[in-house]
């Protein structure tokens, strides 16, 4: 890419002018050169390259061969662990290439089927148990979706996400970080997002505090099947509400607000923020919806089971060219081949992943126990638990209708800070916590919408049932 170094230094000033300043996007101040290389080495070749080898064999549906070499989703999966393999050989051995797997039956499964994800682990320096995952899934299918011997390519559904996967960690990879990377290409989406469910299951029992998962499924075509072509943005999805949600948190939440703020959500205006900062004519739009209108990915496994998880999509479908034997009728051409792919686009969708990643894996984990108070007084006290991890913390603040946090304010470490002349009923507020050399976490919501994770309760901020009890 053409950034310059006077632009960042630019920048820089700009940025510590802003301080204790209004600003219009998280993450800021800093800005931070290690993005912008990281993004510029996105390869649209390379990914190519992935798509085409992913084509050549032939079918990768779930229920398809797994002895040959040459052909069906054995095949796939272990041309990916291979991939894995050589990238951590370049890289002294940071990547363990795992591939965990369950065996199911079910409605689009009619015989017990072992389901394979094919994992590489790039353990963190001095947090391991901290983990940022990417994931895509390499299955593939035609109009029958029990079909397991027809030609599926599955260029865009879901090569494309698997290439966003393998190209992240082949740039990742020669990087150190904090924080463990999970790269994920999973199998059985197709007949039941049980690739997902393993994923999710294996890091369960692995203990990980998963931070995100960015699940990339359809992000390489960019004309739709209306014939707009969209080069300049991506869609993430994320829910509002957590799944993991318990019916008192719903009640409180429902009284206080929070409906918009789930982590998951968080890091969908992470992304947003962080494309804004650091790549050229390249947007996120982010969708208030777990996926799009009744449909389905692999993201909802990892959020039932309590992990933040996004899912990012190409901004305009080709359903022609999804879930389709290869066919030609009435002058359309069917089918899901690699010339619907367009790889400048996906490079552009894998760099807003890639600086995601690394920008989370550098920054301190996310605020813990973020709680506010301030109920019938002019200030907000906004409180949470300092960490290790953590130089400073930063409160963000934005309209109840807005989209994006758009105020911030440097915090001390203390765990306690107040905004003066802020009042409590009309803002949203959060904290983010920033490293010594100025990387940043998601804005995390206070209490029970927001926490990362399952936290002893904090103090009510209003007694839910009690509407009356505050004037
Ligand atoms: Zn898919």
């Known amino acids: 890419m053409r950034h310059i170094l006077p632009a960042l230094t630019a920048a820089a000033v700009l940025a510590s002018a ?28 390379q990914q190519h390259a992935t798509i085409a080898k992913l084509v050549s064999f032939g079918t990768r549906h779930t229920l398809s061969d797994t002895k040959s070499d040459t052909r069906g989703i054995g095949a796939a999966r272990r041309w990916v ?22 065996v199911f ?77 999970v790269f994920a290409v999973l199998s059985g989406e197709e007949q039941g997002l049980y690739g997902g469910h393993v994923l999710a299951d294996y890091a369960t029992k692995q ?67 962080l494309a804004g900062t650091y790549l050229g004519n390249f947007k996120v739009t982010m969708v208030y919806r777990t996926d799009r209108f009744g449909r389905g990915g692999d993201q909802t496994e990892m959020i039932k089971a309590g992990f933040p998880a996004v899912r990012v999509t190409e901004a305009n479908e080709n359903y022609n060219r999804q879930h389709q034997d290869l066919r030609t009728g009435n002058g359309i051409k069917y089918g899901d081949v690699i010339e ?37 007084s002019a200030d907000t006290t906004v409180k949470w638990r300092p960490a290790a991890d953590a130089q400073r913390y930063r409160l963000w603040w934005r309209s109840t209708t807005d989209p994006q946090w758009r105020f911030s304010r440097a915090a001390p470490p203390t765990g306690q800070a107040v905004l003066k002349d802020v009042n409590i009923d009309d803002w949203y507020f959060g904290v983010s916590a920033v490293s010594p050399d100025g990387w940043e976490s998601p804005v995390v919501f206070p209490g029970a919408p927001g926490s990362w994770a399952h936290e002893d309760a904090p103090p009510a901020p209003a007694a839910p049932g009690t509407p009356g009890s505050k004037p």
């Not at 947090?127 to 030609?151: A, E, K, L, Y």
């Not at 960015?214 to 080069?231: C, Y």
């Open 105 to 181: 039956t079910g409605r689009r499964v009619p015989n017990p089927t072992e389901v394979m994800d094919v994992l590489a682990i790039q353990k963190g320096t001095t947090d391991p148990g901290r983990v940022i995952v990417i994931s895509g899934h390499m299955d593939s299918r035609v109009t029958d979706v029990q079909n397991f011997t027809s030609d599926a390519p599955g260029a865009n559904d879901d090569a494309s996400g698997t290439a966003a996967v393998i190209e992240a960690a082949r740039i990742l990879s020669k990087h150190k970080f904090p924080a463990t990377l």
């Open 207 to 273: 203990g990980w505090r998963v931070e995100a998962d960015l699940n990339n499924d359809i992000v390489g075509n960019s004309e739709g099947i209306n014939g707009v072509r969209e080069t300049t943005r991506v869609r993430v999805f994320s829910e509002g509400t957590k799944s993991v949600e318990t019916a008192a948190e719903a009640d409180r939440r429902r009284y206080n607000g929070g409906e918009v703020d789930s982590p998951s959500r968080q890091i969908a205006r992470y992304m947003d923020g």
């Open 18 to 45: 802003l301080v204790a300043t209004a600003a219009s996007a998280q993450p800021s101040p800093t800005e931070h050169a290690l993005l912008h290389a990281l993004a510029a080495e996105v390869s649209p070749d």
């Open 81 to 102: 662990a291979s991939q894995f393999a050589a990238m951590s050989r370049d890289c002294g051995g940071c990547l363990t290439v795992e591939t965990p797997s369950e």
């Open 340 to 376: 619907g792919v367009d790889f400048a686009y996906l490079a552009n969708v894998t760099r807003v992943n890639v600086i995601t990643m690394a920008s989370m894996a550098m920054a301190p984990a996310p605020p813990t126990h973020v709680d506010i108070s301030g109920a019938v």
